[in-house]
């Protein structure tokens, strides 16, 4: 439950692991190398309460069904109804009022029960259960109506509506706001939530059912130790111990049943092994159009006199500025009446007038192809990852040819499935390996991961290539053992990877040149950025 | 659609009845020929000093399910209507109160209350700017108002 503990232990077992794998460097290693390997088989994922050997990236969660989360939830709604002798739907909303920390409730509530009461929309226990009224000379303060015989509702803070605004309103809430367990009286400033047993004789059948959805949602929204799976279609929800404040410190990747694989801390795919915050800031750099600013300045000069921006796209170096009518060199920046009669070739590099000029000019240009050689490889490993979804599907084409053709069986040719696992899994870490080095600061450290990230890159396009090979091909056995020998090698490889980074990630050892704790700079405070910043 | 519709309609019948016999001092209401779109004018009753002998042009857009949602209410800039200067009012006359987003809305609100808690909002104001990004967001924005996620992070202003 408490990430140091699992964080501790994770460090410490990193040490009876390495000694392991450079052992086995000379790609030896068989089918027996692949405990490394928990990708390919989803079923690890529950049972990692107690994993043989414990990796420096790997973190312990759980993968929960939705059958386990309405279990949790009655069962601490049944445990809070015994103990503190209220009713169910009032348990159920004050374990939600207080994030379903249990114990931290009937603390509370044994203390001042009529606070916590209050506080949690409560209020004091009414008699009788809510029901529709109809009361004479009752004007609805939301629809003006005053007809007589108006049905009208009100909980117990006794701000009564008619009951077909009350409806209006409860359907905007669940429906359209996606609201359920913190819905308020309608009226103005009134904090008061409305009870489950108020929400049924006023919902209809349909929004009922989407209602208790939202509150089942909130189990899991609520827990900071719980998150949704984020993959299309699946109701799993894993919990893990790492808490956001470990984020610099450790990339909690999580697995879930239905193999989908994600970062508990950021929600975002597999990113190992940059950090969260790395992430974010590289996706934001690759989508912002400072980009398009820093090619401008990377591939445009100025006019040393007006400033104007000046893409050459053709001529000899004498420029005359448009604007200025400024004369100057192309090549050195400076006056181009002190080229004399040396015209159309400048020789004249040290001259001091251009010197300047060009020192701006070349320190933008070095940031940007620095930028570009990261970004470069790490959208072509993206690339090569959506590829290699395509390869997996022509694999399973493969997998029933070769069985066909040579005679193989199912389990034989199982090992082109598992060189596809390797390659997405390893692809989409050398992806991140780049905008990780992205924000490296050079050390010795960053030596020893570059040497990792080559042999990593290079084991990889190796495999890429075997696994293309003609399906007469793969049926030789020869080129199924180096197959088998190479999905294990990358597996190894990644792992060895990953170790070091978290490693040293775990002991602060890795320099950025950026800040890692720090918020993101964004947009106006009173407005949230991302929409600002949507075209 | 139109059960929601007139269900606006209704309030809104009401709402312009009792406008129309009488608003609070600094109200007028400027037209409303239909039940999608009214205009009104509000100025400062006091006297700030960012605000005296200025009238500002209200915009009101009325959706099929108000009052349960809140009205789209912006600034309009005329050559005799400024868009009043304020740390949460954006020089498009896009406004960042959360009376006028989901959380911060009732449905007991209304036309009226809108205008006044605007004018006190102005009234209590005494600082000359607009909101930090105001050139960008002003650039950049093509959303709408209720279609802005804003962040409401200081009452106080």
Known sequence: MDSEDDFMSAVSSEDDILPDDSDNDDMSGGEDDFDFDDEPDPDLGIQKDAPPKKVAYDISFKVYQPSDIQKQQDDLINEVNMILDISKEEAAILLRYFRWNKERLIEDYMDKPLKVLEAAGLFQAAAGPPKLEIIPGFVCDICCEEEEGLQSFSIKCGHRYCVDCYRHYLSQKIQEEGEAARIQCPADGCNLIIDARSLDILVTPELTERYHQLLNRTYVEDKDTLKWCPAPDCQNAVECGVKKKDLDKVVPTVSCLCSHRFCFGCILNDHQPAPCELVKRWLKKCAD?????????????????????????????????????????????????????????????????????????????????????????????????????????????????????????????????????????????????????????????????????????????????????????????????????????????????????????????????????????????SSNSNSNSRR | MSAQGQFATKRLGKELQKINNSLPPGIVLVSADNFEEWLLDIKVLDTNPLYTNQTYRLKFKFGASYPIEPPEVVFVKLPDRPIPIHPHIYSNGIICLDLLGQQGWSPVQNVESVCMSLQSMLTGNTKDERPPGDEEFVRANRLRPKDIDFYYHDNNV
């Open chain 1, 289 to 525: 159009d400072s980009e398009t600013a820093n090619w401008i300045s990377a591939n445009t000069k100025e006019c040393p006199k007006c400033n104007s921006t000046i893409e050459k796209n053709g001529g000899c170096n004498h420029m005359t500025c448009r604007k200025c009518k400024h004369e100057f060199c192309w090549m050195c920046m400076g006056l181009w009446s002190e080229h004399g009669t040396s015209w159309y070739s400048c020789n004249r590099f040290e001259e001091k007038s251009g010197l300047d000029a060009r020192d701006a000019q070349a320190k933008s240009r070095v940031s940007l192809e620095r930028y570009l050689h990261y970004y470069n490889r790490y959208a072509n490993h993206e690339q090569s990852a959506r590829l290699d979804k395509d390869i997996y599907h022509k694999t399973e084409k493969k997998m029933v040819q070769l069985q066909k053709e040579s005679g193989m069986s199912w389990i034989e040719v199982q090992y082109l499935n598992s060189a596809s696992q390797a390659l997405q899994t390893c692809r989409q870490t050398l992806m991140w390996t780049y905008a990780f080095a992205f924000y490296l600061a050079r050390n010795n450290q960053t030596e020893i991961f570059e040497e990792n990230q080559k042999d990593l890159e290079m084991a990889v396009e190796g495999l890429s290539g075997m696994f293309e090979q003609p399906v007469v091909e793969l049926a030789k056995s020869n080129l199924k053992v180096e197959i088998m020998d190479k999905t294990a090698y990358c597996n190894k490889r990644r792992v060895i990877l990953l170790e070091d980074t978290a490693h040293n990630l775990a002991e602060g050892r890795w320099i950025f040149n950026v800040e890692l704790t720090g918020v993101m700079p964004s947009g106006g405070p």
